[in-house]
């Protein structure tokens, strides 16, 4: 059965408008993969810019990645774009509108003009009526009518946020201030500037990383490989098992002393085993060798190995116990 005219059309009309606005900002954080956010960015002509400082995560993100867009009046925009290392998945994304950080100079005294600001706040009202007209009301504070409160301590300052779903939180923020003020070592800028954050609120479900057979009998078995080696002392040979982690800063004299440290006349057998997901989500694989002739509990002397996701050495120390309690 065919849908009447009327509906389609204004399906229809709907959808434009959507793209339309989805040229410049797409606020489907779930829905819009990294390579979808990049062509956006490539049809708009924006510049990709280098990071100018490490960005630490504890969540997994990768570097993010930034364009520039030129804007008239006001500061260029320069959108982040962060996402999960190991799958691309979208953490959040942030564009940001702030002339200090394209000139890397703050806490001076550069003041705006009176059209700056007017542009700086209609650019936001344009922003928080476009976000409200999809997603209805924000939870708002903060007020941008009075201009002449911009050259007051303080100045102008409003924040508003919207919960599409419990999974996704959008919130534009603005300070727009020519007040100056130097206090002994408290520096108080001017500051012109908005922040559009799009954030994928959604808890990942944490699977507790295990350690099957197959990848344990295939990490026993490098481990005596690379063992073989070290006790061959070929260590050209040696540094092929290392990890990338740390392959440029290990040096000839370190495993010479590694060598020094382990008895490649004894055998050994395999004392324990684990797995764990480091802060930066990376996965890495602990094994521990004691020698075959050592009786004691706990042993006396131990081998521990830590691999990395690809199967690479990441660390080996030879542990041996400094004494043993007695009653």
């Not at 500051?191 to 009998?217: A, G, M, V």
């Amino acid at each position: 059965m065919k849908k009447p005219f009327r509906n389609r059309l204004t399906l229809g009309f709907l959808l434009i408008g959507i793209v339309i606005f989805g040229q410049e900002f797409e606020f489907d954080i779930h829905n819009t993969s990294l390579s979808e956010y990049l062509k956006m960015e490539q049809d708009l002509d924006s510049e990709q810019i280098p990071n100018i400082r490490n960005h630490v995560s504890f969540d997994g993100n990768a570097q993010p990645i930034k364009f520039k867009r030129k804007q008239k009046i006001i500061s260029d925009l320069v959108a982040y774009y962060y996402f999960k290392k190991k799958d691309s998945t979208m953490s959040h994304i942030l564009f940001e509108w702030d002339e200090s950080l394209m000139t890397l100079k703050s806490n001076t005294n550069d003041k705006k003009s009176e059209k700056y600001q007017k542009t700086l706040i209609r650019k936001y009202n344009d922003l928080e009526k476009t976000i409200t007209e999809i997603y209805g009301k924000s939870k708002s504070k903060g007020d941008l009518s009075n201009l002449k409160q911009a050259n007051e301590k303080g100045g102008l300052k409003k924040k508003d946020k919207w919960f599409p779903n419990d999974s996704t939180e959008i919130e534009i923020y603005t300070s727009v201030s020519n007040y100056y003020e130097k206090r002994g070592m408290v520096t108080t800028a001017p500051t012109h500037r908005i922040r559009l954050y799009i954030r994928n609120t959604k808890k990942e479900k944490k699977i507790e990383p295990k350690l099957s057979e197959k990848k344990l009998d295939t990490l026993k078995l490098i481990s005596r490989q690379f063992i073989r080696t070290l006790g061959n002392k070929d260590l050209v040979k040696s540094k092929e098992y290392l990890s990338e982690l740390i392959l440029k800063t290990v040096t000839d004299d370190q495993l010479n002393t590694l060598i020094d440290n382990l008895d490649f006349n004894r055998e050994t057998e395999l004392n324990y085993s684990g797995i764990q997901a480091g802060l930066d989500g990376n996965i890495f694989t602990t094994l521990q060798f004691r020698y075959k002739d050592d009786l004691s509990n706990p042993p006396n002397e131990l081998i521990k190995i830590i691999f990395d996701d690809k199967d690479k050495v990441v660390g080996i120390q030879p542990i041996k116990m400094q004494g043993k309690i007695t009653d």
